[in-house]
């Protein structure tokens, strides 16, 4: 009984200094966060405007945790430039804080990297884009061709999954950038592209010539992409997941980026008191200010918002599964209690 005891002891103990070295607690007491952004442009997701400002759904979500962190992103927050492979070491070190890079939850990444991750915030296929003329109708019209891909991502895995199941003999030529991918592709170096179905579209609808290139309609892979963090930190996962279902709670309540005063003024419900922090309570469970989803909406707007801004209005994309459950699509808001 007398060791038993002192075994709970221990792992009590180091049960609150893990508790207490959370990355949480690290990022409020820097007051700044460090959040991936990338090492050239992903169109809709991470990219740089003519002034040289970061914009895109993931920066948009880097911002929106800023401000929930620290009531806005204005000087709390610094978008890290990596590339693909350089995303787990980053966040290990401690050179970023969360890695918000469209990132696929895989089960490798899942067991062997001990990360962890949050619920999807985005659902998307792959696909191959091909010069119109190469005359591909099909993935399989590439065999004894090449096709170019980002090192270090799921995206070349799942490349040469479908190549190796669908018997293709096709050259995967592995480029370290999304920049130099494309450079690649567009300079002939390869006969097809393969990305993440959203930056595919942006990709070819912002080419010179669109029409001299071709979506081809094989599905090579379907994957949720997650905000990760590293395992072991569930009050930092925390943070994460509810950011999340917050965004898809505004939504769902018709709470927006220009009209979040007005609500916050007459909210309507007590559920919605306690979710604009009106009332006490969600924001303490998490080690966060009350006001904490106000301040959120009030910086990026509802998940819509952030999928119009970023992928809709510029690319003509539209929200398929990524809609809410009520709109037919995957995502629904957690119980604000």
């Known amino acids: 009984m007398k060791y038993l005891t002192l075994a709970a002891l221990a792992l009590g103990l180091a049960a609150g200094t893990a508790q207490a070295?959370?990355?949480?607690?690290?990022?409020?007491?820097?007051?700044?966060?460090?959040?991936?952004?990338?090492?050239?442009?992903?169109?809709?997701?991470?990219?740089?405007?003519?002034?040289?400002?970061?914009?895109?759904?993931?920066?948009?979500?880097?911002?929106?945790?800023?401000?929930?962190?620290?009531?806005?992103?204005?000087?709390?927050?610094?978008?890290?430039?990596?590339?693909?492979?350089?995303?787990?070491?980053?966040?290990?070190?401690?050179?970023?804080?969360?890695?918000?890079?469209?990132?696929?939850?895989?089960?490798?990444?899942?067991?062997?990297?001990?990360?962890?991750?949050?619920?999807?915030?985005?659902?998307?296929?792959?696909?191959?884009?091909?010069?119109?003329?190469?005359?591909?109708?099909?993935?399989?019209?590439?065999?004894?061709?090449?096709?170019?891909?980002?090192?270090?991502?799921?995206?070349?895995?799942?490349?040469?999954?479908?190549?190796?199941?669908n018997d293709i003999e096709a050259e995967v030529v592995v480029f370290e950038s999304g920049d130099e991918v494309k450079t690649a592709y567009f300079n002939q170096r390869c006969d097809g592209l393969i990305l993440f179905a959203p930056p595919l579209a942006a990709t070819r609808a912002t080419a010179e010539n669109p029409e001299a290139h071709i979506i081809l309609p094989d599905v090579l892979g379907l994957e949720p992409e997650s905000i990760i963090v590293p395992e072991g930190d569930p009050k930092w996962l925390d943070v994460m997941n509810w950011m999340l279902s917050s965004l898809w709670f505004a939504e769902i309540n018709g709470i927006t980026q220009a009209n979040v005063d007005e609500i916050r003024a007459n909210p309507g419900s007590a559920q919605i008191e306690k979710f604009l922090g009106v009332t006490p309570g969600y924001g303490e469970r998490l080690g966060l200010s009350d006001d904490w989803a106000y301040n959120l909406i009030k910086e990026v707007g509802n998940y819509g918002e952030i999928f119009d801004r970023n992928i809709a209005d510029p690319y003509a994309l539209p929200r398929g599964m990524n809609e809410l459950y009520t709109n037919g699509g995957v995502f629904y808001p957690l119980t604000v209690d």
């Open 21 to 165: 070295q959370s990355r949480l607690d690290t990022t409020l007491e820097r007051g700044k966060l460090l959040c991936s952004g990338h090492n050239g442009s992903f169109l809709g997701f991470a990219e740089v405007d003519d002034q040289g400002n970061w914009q895109g759904m993931d920066i948009d979500l880097c911002r929106g945790l800023a401000a929930s962190l620290f009531g806005s992103s204005e000087g709390t927050l610094e978008i890290v430039p990596i590339s693909w492979a350089q995303r787990w070491p980053a966040l290990q070190s401690g050179d970023i804080d969360v890695v918000i890079k469209l990132s696929g939850w895989t089960q490798s990444r899942d067991t062997e990297l001990n990360l962890s991750y949050s619920l999807p915030y985005f659902v998307g296929a792959f696909h191959v884009m091909a010069h119109a003329d190469v005359g591909a109708e099909s993935v399989a019209d590439l065999d004894g061709g090449s096709i170019c891909v980002s090192a270090g991502t799921s995206t070349e895995r799942v490349l040469a999954s479908y190549l190796e199941g």
